[in-house]
């Protein structure tokens, strides 16, 4: 109990601005990350959140990631409570914002965990993880990680049977895969993709739409399967 109080303190007193760069200077990271290792559920969570707390500045999130806070932000992405998972994500989050944190969360294995909390809807989980999936899609190896995970079957199955967030999440997600992609297009139209992505630009919300409209994914794949003479733009 004495760890938990501890860890609470620190997250009350990271509340407050002044306070924020006091415990990055007093080497509190560290003694986060060993709390997030080897503490209590709760005491975990409140380090996760603690850590969001003073990730405030760039160079702040790449301190800690430099002192290893993703390996066990990952841990707890997977083995947590859904409070300890929505501390998570919502930490990796703020830290993937910076490219090297990005590196370190799909070196520390992020991605499978992200690709599976997808396809658990209605738990508020497969929203943010789909917001860090986006996120880490930024960089070539997360890209490359997504795709081998199944990464786009999950979020074709979140564009059929995910809400309207959620769906704006994978459409958003996708356009990253798979815009500058014609393999990962290819992948999309195996997976299915084509007609949950036209019922969305004709059914779904103002923004999932715009993500599908011609000049986007949609119309991008259009192209590409007439390219490769799957469809035929003929009136035959």
């Known amino acids: 109990m ?4 501890a860890v609470t303190a620190l997250l009350n007193l990271s509340l407050h601005e002044s306070n924020k ?7 509190a990271v560290k003694s986060l990350i060993y709390v997030l290792k080897t503490g209590t559920e709760t005491s975990k969570q409140n380090a996760a959140c603690t850590l969001l707390s003073v990730a405030l500045t760039d160079e702040n999130k790449l301190s800690i990631g430099a002192c290893g806070a993703i390996p066990p932000l990952v841990a707890l ?8 998972k929505k501390d998570a994500l919502t930490t990796l989050y703020k830290l993937s914002s910076v490219r090297l944190n990005k590196e370190r969360a799909v070196s520390a294995g992020a991605v499978r965990p992200l690709v599976v909390l997808v396809a658990e809807q209605g738990t508020g989980l497969a929203e943010k993880a789909m917001v860090v999936l986006s996120s880490l899609a930024g960089i070539e190896m997360g890209i490359e990680a997504i795709v081998e995970e199944g990464g786009i079957a999950a979020l074709v199955e979140a564009i ?3 809400s309207d967030k959620g769906k704006e999440f994978a459409v958003m997600t996708l356009l990253q895969l798979c815009g500058e992609s014609f393999t990962n297009r290819g992948l999309l ?3 299915g993709g084509i007609p949950p992505l ?3 630009s004709q059914n779904g919300t103002v923004k999932a739409k715009h993500k599908t409209d011609k000049n986007s994914l949609a119309g991008q794949l259009a192209v590409f399967i007439c390219q490769q003479g799957w469809l035929s733009l003929s009136p035959e």
């Open 198 to 200: 036209v019922a969305l």
């Open 21 to 27: 760069s006091l415990i990055m200077n007093a080497g």
């Open 189 to 191: 139209v195996g997976e």
């Open 77 to 84: 992405l997977i083995n947590g409570s859904n409070r300890g």
């Open 160 to 162: 059929e049977d995910g």
């Open 2 to 5: 004495t760890q938990e109080h």
